[in-house]
């Protein structure tokens, strides 16, 4: 089992261009079905054996996508998203970095009228190993098992996804929200999903300093939590007033503190590891006191 | 980015708020002479990028002329918080009977914009939220529709604005939220907002954050751009591709993705050490990307040991060792340099690393103590 993404995704490519056209074959060489592409102009031919469309829409009456990823420029992305939520795509992935704030307050304002998930922007995708890949990870860090998992990060996401493998802990899905002040997915609703799993035997939960998503997350899990979660939080040692390279990742005045999250977590709970190599230990402690 | 009092009035003004009015000097004549020109008093300002600037000496009211003159001597040339005073503003003195509070910023949670209206002007509303939250009213506009009459009207009734200024300051709202819109701005505040004693509305100052992200579209506003001191690394850093943020400590540190190089930062406090900077090679650096951020790194001269710590992915182990021994090829560093490679093309990477002065390990903790040892 898994949320959002498994073996009924379809797969829309948005931008089908140098970086989109790579993770394209990533993900069909996953086993992920990629059903087409948009590309305004050239419709009706193919690239790389991916059907190409000049509208989503088109691209979803022809071939049954239900998920779209998107690889276009910051200043077209919006308008990539706005298209797919227009032609009613279920799961919606935007990879694209650096699109402005107000761009995502017109879309947030969209998506919240809408029955569509979005997913990042700024963000790796995700992944329900075995069946599905939507996103730009490395797959071989990935494996099958019970452990749900959110986080904000995307090279932590891999290096924490290689531990848990390590320690025989495989996922079922594990969804990367990005690291963007305004995202589609933030952490209590990625959370809400995986809480609502019933393959899902743990739910780890990554986060960064900046904004209050961790402590909403706390408490949707202190007040519905079914089953343990783990935490951790990267920048616990950043300085306020600056930007740690995610663009929501920033401690302004006494918000968006670590010591904010962490206090969240353990009012909730939920053990907060102090470095990534503490989680699975942590994992298989939550999963132990379960069963 | 951060714009300057009087260039964030320049844009005020445009959109129809009213200013007292000012202009910039750069010598003390000058603003001597602006000073004649205006009227007075004048209110002498600094205009540098930082909060703060009134308590630290740079904001003077001036009844004369020639103290026009002697403040501006004072003022240019200041020290506020590491940043020197280059222009000063001149502005009418406002006759003024009350202060108010307006602003616009992002809130996250509700993914909306917030437009927050006090009576409690002049003072951080940070520090108005936390000892007097009851006098801040809040409205969050539907993106699609901004903000509507009935709206700005109704934060005026909840804040208690006086009924001889419920529309000026409601129809000032509107505008600023326009602006907020227009300029793509991450804050925009008008603190103090002016009620005079004649009973009209007068924009105090004046505060606007751009969004970095959207300057490809704001031309006009990008000729504002000013490069702080201690942005210069940060600066030529980003013009590479890759994300710096100079910070205090000894060890320095390269990573790639944020949050990766963020848990490295804190790898390294947990091992009892102190990170020197915060460097994001991105995803997908290649050779060049990653000689010239070992370079950045080690042109601070705090830096006393070097931690690279890669999880490769998109980035390939193999292109990062290249990098670092194009670096090494030119000269030995004169620091230790401690690496873990992981991931993609990982092998291959410590492969090449073979034999080259510098120390592998296999974890981040492990890494991290390691650095943190050598830096000592």
Redesign the interface.
Do not use: C, Q, W
């Given at each position: 089992m898994s949320v959002l993404v498994g073996a009924q995704t379809r797969v829309l490519v948005q931008g089908l261009g140098r970086e989109g056209a790579f993770h394209a074959a990533r993900m069909i060489e996953y086993g992920t079905k990629v059903v087409g592409a948009s590309k305004p102009g050239k419709g009706g031919t193919t690239q790389d054996g991916i059907p190409l469309f000049d509208t989503v829409a088109q691209a979803v009456a022809a071939t049954g996508a239900n998920t779209s990823i998107i690889f276009v420029p910051?200043?077209a992305a919006p308008d990539a998203i706005l298209e797919a939520l227009d032609a009613k795509i279920g799961v919606i992935v935007a990879i694209t970095e650096?699109?402005?704030?107000?761009?995502?307050?017109?879309v947030?304002?969209m998506l919240e009228r809408s029955t569509s998930v979005l997913i990042g922007p700024n963000c790796?995708g995700l992944i329900s190993p075995g069946t599905a890949k939507v996103g730009?990870?490395?797959a071989e860090?990935f494996s099958t098992g019970p452990v749900g998992f959110v986080?904000?990060?995307?090279?932590?996401?891999?290096?924490i996804a290689?531990l848990l493998t390590k320690a025989g802990l495989g996922q079922t899905t594990c969804i990367g929200i990005g690291?963007d002040?305004?995202i589609g997915l933030?952490t209590p609703d990625a959370v809400r999903y995986l809480n609502e799993d019933p393959a899902t035997e743990v739910i780890v939960i990554?986060g960064?300093?900046g904004?209050?998503?961790e402590e909403?997350a706390a408490e949707y899990m202190r007040a519905h939590g079914k089953k343990p979660a783990v935490a951790f939080i990267?920048?616990?040692?950043?300085?306020p007033g600056?930007?740690?390279?995610?663009?929501?990742?920033i401690v302004s005045?006494?918000s968006g503190t670590a010591q904010s999250k962490v206090a969240a977590f353990e009012a909730a709970g939920i053990p907060v590891a102090?470095?990534?190599?503490e989680i699975p230990g942590l994992v298989k402690k939550a999963l132990a006191g379960r069963r | 980015m951060k714009l300057h009092e009087f260039q964030a009035k320049q844009v005020l003004a445009r959109a129809g708020i009213a200013i007292p009015e000012g202009r910039t000097a750069t010598t003390p004549e000058e603003a001597e002479a602006i000073a004649t020109a205006l009227g007075l008093p004048v209110v002498v300002k600094a205009q540098v990028h930082v909060g703060g600037r009134g308590k630290a000496g740079g904001v003077k009211l001036a009844k004369t002329a020639a103290e026009a003159k002697t403040h501006a001597t004072a003022i240019l040339g200041m020290d506020i918080k590491g940043f020197t005073v280059r222009t000063i503003y001149v502005e009418r003195a406002a006759k003024i009977a009350k202060e108010l509070y307006l602003g616009i910023t992002?809130d996250?949670?509700r993914?909306?914009?917030v437009v927050m209206l006090s009576t409690v002007g002049g003072m951080d509303i940070?520090a108005v939220a936390?000892t007097q939250p009851d006098k801040i009213a809040r409205s969050w506009p539907?993106?699609?529709l901004g903000l509507r009459g009935y709206a700005a009207r109704a934060l005026c009734f909840e804040a208690g604005v006086p009924e001889a200024q419920r529309e000026a300051v409601a129809a000032m709202a509107q505008k600023l939220y326009d602006v907020f819109?227009s300029t793509?701005a991450?804050t925009i505040e008008i603190n103090p907002l002016f009620i005079q004693e004649d009973g009209s509305v007068v924009a105090g100052d004046a505060k606007l954050e751009v969004?970095d992200?959207?300057l490809?579209?704001q031309p006009e506003l990008v000729t504002y751009k000013e490069i702080a001191p201690d942005e210069v690394q940060e600066e030529r850093a980003k013009a590479l591709g890759f994300?710096y943020?100079q910070?205090d400590g000894t060890v320095g540190i390269i990573?790639?993705?944020?949050?990766?190089?963020?848990?490295t930062?804190?790898?390294?406090?947990?091992a009892g050490g102190?990170?020197a900077n915060?460097l994001?090679v991105g995803?997908g650096a290649k050779e060049s990307v990653v000689k010239a951020a070992l370079e950045i790194v080690l042109a601070n001269p705090k830096v006393k040991a070097v931690f690279i710590n890669i999880?490769?992915?998109?980035?390939r182990g193999d292109e990062v060792a290249k990098g670092i021994l194009a670096v090494l090829k030119d000269a030995t560093p004169r620091v230790p340099l401690v690496i873990r490679l992981?991931?993609?093309e990982a092998e291959a990477g410590r492969a090449l690393l073979e034999g080259a002065p510098l120390v592998s390990r296999a974890?981040?903790?492990e890494a991290a103590t390691e650095a943190v040892r050598l830096a000592k």
């Open positions: 910051a200043s650096g699109i402005a704030v107000h761009e995502m307050l017109t947030a304002s790796p730009i990870m490395p860090n986080s904000r990060s995307g090279t932590l996401t891999y290096e290689d690291g002040p305004i933030p990554v960064e300093i904004g209050s998503a909403r990267a920048g616990r040692s950043a300085p600056k930007r740690m390279g995610h663009a929501g990742a005045g006494n102090t470095a990534p190599s | 992002i996250r949670d993914r909306r914009a940070e936390e539907e993106p699609l819109r793509d991450m969004d992200n959207a490809y579209r994300s943020v910070l990573g790639n993705g944020a949050g990766l190089v963020m848990s930062l804190d790898a390294v406090k947990n102190s990170a915060f994001d995803g999880f490769g992915g998109i980035t992981s991931g993609t974890t981040m903790d």
